[in-house]
């Protein structure tokens, strides 16, 4: 007994040493500046004609954002933002995923066109849309025009709730692939036996999808949610290139907003107190996330 202690302690010890330099990596990068931005949110920054002076602010910050009706607004649009993003993600592609996994989607072939969308770098994924938009020359007005569904072209970036919604449209096309390929990766690890038995018992399509595919599937779609919720909230590049939060300050979400008070209104504190709204937020789906994959403890039957 005494021998598997020590053996225990050593091997402990040996792990300790051998993880402690990933762990100082992860606080310098991780730790180090989320803590720095919880400092800054508490602090009133200035930019002095020989650098920056802080001030204690206390929770004025905090304060200022409750009465603030932009930050109302974007805490507002970002929560639909994420709420229709998450539900048409996860939608689309669980059809694809489903399309993806018959036998005759499962060509290779499929697959690397899925990921286009997602491997085109994010800015230049927002530039293809800024074209695609365009009022004068850009493809969706003449496609419409074209099938007659339109007859002169559309300012598809012109009007406030237009211009968030195609937004919401770009970020929607290039975040399926990832989930789709996210699903189909659960749809694989579902034992083809109990879809056999279901048939056996004559369950037919649907009702197979309802009691076998849906339940094998349930860690994987919850997974997919808390993921395509972070990334949602986190959007920044589109808005960005697209819009620069116009018309109107009506696509300004918060990770914009926290942005542009930084370091075009250059008001550091306050920008640091919207931040960290979105990462409680944010720290809130993490934590769901967590407890969803938390094995669930099996209570023993006394006989």
Do not use: C
């Amino acid at each position: 007994m005494q021998q598997n202690s020590e053996y225990n302690r050593r091997r402990i010890r040996m792990g300790i040493w051998f993880s402690a330099p990933a762990v100082i990596v992860l606080l310098t990068v991780l730790a180090y500046p989320i803590l720095a931005s919880w400092v800054l949110s508490f602090l009133r920054v200035y930019f002095a004609g020989q650098g920056l002076s802080f001030r204690f602010y206390g929770l004025t910050n905090y304060t200022e954002l409750l009465t603030n009706q932009l930050f109302r607004e974007a805490l507002l649009r970002s929560i639909y933002f994420t709420l229709v993003e998450v539900i048409v993600v996860t939608f689309l592609a669980l059809i694809v995923a489903l399309l993806l996994n018959h036998p005759l989607g499962r060509h290779a072939f499929f697959r690397v066109v899925l990921l286009v969308p997602w491997a085109l770098a994010p800015v230049a994924n927002a530039v293809l849309w800024k074209w695609i938009y365009n009022a004068n020359y850009g493809i969706l007005n003449q496609a419409l025009i074209g099938l007659g569904i339109i007859d002169r072209n559309i300012i598809w970036l012109g009007s406030p709730v237009l211009a968030l919604n195609m937004i919401l449209l770009a970020d929607i096309w290039k975040a399926v692939p990832f989930i789709a390929l996210l699903l189909l990766a659960g749809l694989q690890n579902i034992p083809s036996h109990l879809y056999k038995a279901a048939r056996l018992d004559g369950a037919n399509a649907w009702q197979q999808f309802q009691h076998v595919t849906l339940p094998g599937l349930k860690t994987t779609l919850i997974i997919s949610i808390v993921l395509q919720s972070i990334w949602a909230l986190k959007v920044f590049d589109l808005i960005y290139v697209l819009t620069k939060g116009s018309p109107a300050d009506s696509t300004v979400l918060l990770n914009y907003l926290s942005w542009r008070v930084t370091f075009s209104n250059l008001d550091v504190g306050y920008g640091a107190a919207i931040a960290n709204v979105l990462f409680v937020l944010m720290f809130i789906l993490s934590l769901v996330y967590i407890r969803a994959l938390r094995p669930r403890k099996t209570k023993e039957k006394v006989g």
